[in-house]
C-alpha cells in the first residue's frame, strides 16, 4: 500500500478532546516497560541528573508515565500543537498524581527547527523517546534530523510508531477493530495514521543510507516498528 501523507499537527478541537479522553494505558505502559527494560538490559539508570524527552507528546500522558516511572530525572514534553500542549498543561494540574509531576515541563515548538538549547541549557539529554510521532512526519529527514540535533554521544533514543499495512485488507481490518473501542473521530484518525505509517524496509533503508547504523529498527507483533539506539 503506498503512504498517504496526513496532517502533522493535530489542532482540531474535537480531535484533540477524543484523543485526550481516550484510553490507551495499555500501550503506554507496554511502551514505558519497554524502555525500562531497555534501559536495565544495559545497565543505564536514570537519576537526578538526567533528562529525559518525549517528542509529539500530545496530550501528556507518556511525559505524565515517564515523570512516575522516573522521578529523580527531569522530563520534558515537546509538541508542535498548541492545542495538545494546553490540554497537556491542564491535566497536569488537576491529576491525582500532581504531587508526583513536579519534575515535568511542557514545551511548544515544532521539531524541524528545536534545539536542545530550548529545552534544557545545562543538560544534555539521557533519554529521547516518541509514541506514534514519526508517522505524522511528512519526510523521515526532519524526524531523524531532529533526534540527531538533539543527541549527544550518550543519549538513548527509543521511538515507537505504526506500522503501514500491506494492503487496504489489512487497513479496514485495522480500522474495524479501533472502531469496536473508539469513537468514530478516533477510528478515522487511526486509519489515517495507518496510511501515514512507514514501513520497516523504508526505516531500515533511510538509516543504512544515512549511516545511522548504530539505530535498531524492529517489527513488534504485526502493528508496531520501534527504533532504538544511538545516533
Request: charged share 30%; glycine share 4%; hydrophobic share 35%.
Amino acid at each position: 500500500m503506498e503512504r498517504t501523507v496526513e496532517p502533522e499537527l493535530m489542532e482540531r478541537e474535537d480531535q484533540v478532546i477524543s484523543y485526550a479522553k481516550a484510553d490507551f494505558s495499555e500501550g503506554e505502559n507496554n511502551f514505558i516497560n519497554q524502555i525500562n527494560h531497555y534501559l536495565i538490559k544495559n545497565n543505564i539508570h536514570l537519576n537526578k541528573k538526567e533528562l529525559i524527552v518525549d517528542l509529539g507528546c500530545g496530550p501528556g500522558n507518556i511525559s505524565e508515565k515517564l515523570s512516575i516511572k522516573w522521578p529523580k530525572a527531569n522530563v520534558v514534553g515537546i509538541d508542535g500543537s498548541k492545542e495538545m500542549i494546553r490540554i497537556a498543561e491542564s491535566k497536569k494540574k488537576n491529576s491525582f498524581n500532581r504531587g508526583q509531576l513536579k519534575n515535568l515541563r511542557y514545551v511548544c515548538a515544532d521539531i524541524k527547527s528545536l534545539k536542545s538549547s530550548e529545552i534544557y541549557l545545562k543538560k544534555n539529554i539521557s533519554l529521547l523517546v516518541s509514541n506514534s510521532l514519526i508517522h505524522h512526519i511528512t519526510y523521515l529527514d526532519d524526524f531523524f534530523n531532529c533526534i540527531e540535533r538533539l543527541s549527544s554521544n550518550l543519549t538513548i533514543n527509543f521511538h515507537k510508531d505504526l506500522k503501514r499495512p500491506n494492503d487496504e485488507k489489512s487497513a479496514l481490518y485495522l480500522k474495524e477493530k479501533c472502531g469496536q473501542k473508539y469513537n468514530n473521530i478516533l477510528t478515522n484518525d487511526y486509519y489515517a495514521s495507518l496510511k501515514a505509517s512507514y514501513t520497516l524496509k523504508e526505516l531500515k533503508d533511510f538509516i543504512f543510507e544515512n549511516k545511522l547504523s548504530s539505530l535498531e529498527v524492529f517489527e513488534e507483533g504485526d502493528q508496531y516498528l520501534v527504533i532504538y539506539g544511538k545516533v
